[in-house]
């Protein structure tokens, strides 16, 4: 009997087996090829020039000066006048919101549904504290050892200013697109684009104007970034977390702490608190998530490759492996990260309330009704409230089409000018102004075309930002041919 039981199980190994060869044997990759293109010649250094040009306009975001900034922002906009008059003479400009400027170069074609390219010119600041750390001041815009440095050189004037120079270029030679395209360059992404990218989105839609597809940050060309992975990728993100804050709020009497209750607000408050941490928001790998390491699973090593192929078998280890880095795991699902706490004024007085902030970037499966719910049920307490800071939170976007004409604009232009490369279809897990744009357009796409090593990750908003000489000469040669596939 107990041999029988035996060469049953080993004949089931063996199928199992034999299953996940022929199944990692079929998981082959998509072709990676470069696409042959003449590509246009480029002046780098013009571009470095001007890049430094434009870090050196100090257009910094924060909530409570803006006005005292507007100078700097009106500079801004002067400089893209002067600096590119081909462009500025193709195109036409309406201005929305304080300071966002929209062009429209008009296409041959008017039969055909424009497109957008979009970026922001405004930065966030630079922390007093890392100053000293700066290998090059921060808003000197110089150029040294083949970079470009300053705040924004990343993110994301040198979008802007490649945009620009594409069309400035393609201008020059004569150039009309066939489709007509809109750009959108907002001044105040890095603290919502409430007024700047929203302003643009509500000027589409009253002028009835619906986009084929649109182009934003939100990714970059990854290189040395995901471990087990020779080739670059182009994460073309096809849709972006949620946004919310929820306050959650402990109440109580009061008084003077010599003679307190067994439980203050704030002890309450703390063990809502450990209620909700105890346990993460239900996930798992699917939708963009999926079909990002989908794209990129056949390239990796054998032992990750079987276990990619075989997802039907190993999907609750693959997804354990994955939630174990905070990287990954925000791709699986809701994150939530509590961020404040706010107490009594005074060390020997109660609090009548203590409130813990905690932010939400929610998942295109969930919801912002569904990160409610899931608060309150892991808090279990009906005298805690819960309520939405600021009183507003953004959905997740639409999760847009990964075999449009869009994504295999950018796809076919990613091989042209990038060569060899890996393009996947990914989740931009932050917040950008697409959350405004993607209202006004059938697909919403998110990515910069500058690669990107895992050491530049901390460069974004941190210290030392800077971009590649080389980088800004292949950025501007891959609007330029992206106008032309697109357009
Ligand atoms: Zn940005």
């Not at 470069?34 to 910094?60: C, K, M, N, S, Y």
């Not at 490649?162 to 809109?182: K, Q």
């Not at 989105?201 to 940050?217: C, N, P, R, V």
């Amino acid at each position: 009997m107990i041999k029988k039981i035996l060469k049953l199980i080993g004949a089931a190994l063996l199928i199992l087996i034999a299953v996940q060869a022929v199944n990692t044997m079929r998981y082959t990759a998509q072709d990676t090829s470069a696409v042959q293109a003449e590509l246009p010649i480029v002046d780098e250094a013009l571009f470095a020039a001007h890049l430094g040009e434009a870090i050196r306009i100090q257009t910094i975001s924060t909530s409570v000066d803006m006005g005292a900034r507007g100078p700097e922002f009106q500079q801004f906009l002067d400089w893209l006048v002067v600096t590119y008059p081909a462009a500025n003479a193709a195109m036409t400009r309406v201005m929305v919101g304080e300071l966002t400027p929209v062009y429209r170069w008009d296409g041959a074609d008017t039969n055909l549904q424009p497109i957008l390219l979009t970026a922001h010119y405004d930065v966030v600041p630079v922390a007093e504290s890392g100053l000293a750390d700066w290998q090059q001041d921060p808003f000197s815009g110089a150029i040294a050892s083949g970079f470009i440095w300053g705040r924004g050189a990343l993110d994301d004037k040198s979008a802007v200013v490649a945009i620009m120079e594409a069309v400035e270029a393609l201008a020059t030679s004569g150039f009309t697109p066939n489709r007509t395209i809109y750009f959108s360059f907002g001044h105040d992404e890095e603290i919502g684009g409430a007024d700047g990218a929203a302003s643009a989105a509500t000027y589409f839609k009253e002028q009835g104007i619906q986009m084929a597809w649109s182009l934003d940050e939100g990714s970059m060309i990854l290189k040395d970034v995901i471990a087990g992975l020779e080739l670059p990728v182009a994460s073309i993100n096809v849709a972006e977390k949620g946004y919310v804050s929820l306050d959650i709020t402990a109440r109580a009497e009061g008084g003077h702490s010599s003679l307190p209750p067994r439980d203050t607000a704030v002890s309450t408050l703390a063990t809502a608190l450990t209620k909700l941490q105890s346990g993460p928001v239900p996930g798992g790998l699917t939708g963009a998530s999926k079909e990002f390491f989908d794209g990129l699973g056949p390239h990796f090593t054998l032992a990750q490759k079987v276990l990619f192929a075989n997802q039907w078998f190993y999907r609750p280890l693959l997804e354990i492996v994955l939630s174990g880095s905070p990287a990954t795991d925000a791709m699986l699902r809701t994150t939530k990260a509590p961020t404040m706490l706010v107490g009594s004024a005074k060390d020997n007085v109660l609090p009548q309330k203590a409130t813990a902030t905690v932010n939400f970037r929610i998942h295109p499966r969930d919801s912002i009704d569904g990160v409610v719910a899931h608060t309150r049920e892991m808090i279990d307490n009906s005298e805690i409230e819960i309520t939405l800071r600021g009183g507003f939170g953004n959905e997740p976007s639409a999760v847009s089409d990964k075999d449009g004409i869009g994504f295999q604009a950018l796809s076919k232009t990613f091989r042209q000018v990038f060569g060899d490369l890996i393009v996947v279809p990914g989740l931009t897990v932050a917040a950008t102004d697409s959350v405004h744009y993607a209202k006004i357009s059938d697909n919403s796409y998110r990515i910069n075309p500058f690669v990107f090593t895992g050491e530049d990750i901390k460069r974004l908003h941190g210290r030392n930002e800077r971009i590649s000489v080389q980088a800004m000469g292949q950025a501007v040669q891959f609007y330029q041919m992206l106008i032309r596939n697109g357009g």
